[in-house]
């Protein structure tokens, strides 16, 4: 067993290649009730997939994580739950785990380009982007001080051949200085 410090995943097993490392995971979470009708004890095997979610680097190599989740179907109103429905280190439809979304984040702060973090990290642009805006809205509070813009808009425009993050007051229609 590998341990990469989840707990809600076992890791029987996994491949190392020369730039990344995928572990093959399964679930130790299992719905206990139906999420339809929330019965206990009608849940049946019911298949299950493989998602693939993208972790933060381990030994400078890339870390993926092969999931294997099961679904179950519920023998009273037909409905499928799997055991994603308990799972909490991802968000359900992301391909990035929390911890390294907030890596991520933490990245953009420090200061590093969105054109640096998708190379470093081999994902779209697009996706950083979207990491950006979303720790931006989890986070408003934090950017919420006097003196900020009430709309922040978080965009960023190419200089050189290098992406440079621009703020804007939107409300103001002007450019944002921190
Ligand atoms: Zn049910």
Redesign the pocket.
Known sequence: MYDIGIREIEIPDRIVETDHITYLAHSIKHPYK?R????RK?LVPHGGYNKNLQDIKRDGKQVYIQLRINRYR?S????TSSDIDRLTFFKKRSKLTNRLKEEIAYEIISGKTFYEIANVYDIEHDTVKAIMESYAKEHKKCFDYKGTPEILGISDVCIGGHSRLVLADLKKKTPYRY
């Open positions: 139906c339809n009708c929330g019965k009608y519920c009273s109103c037909n409905k």
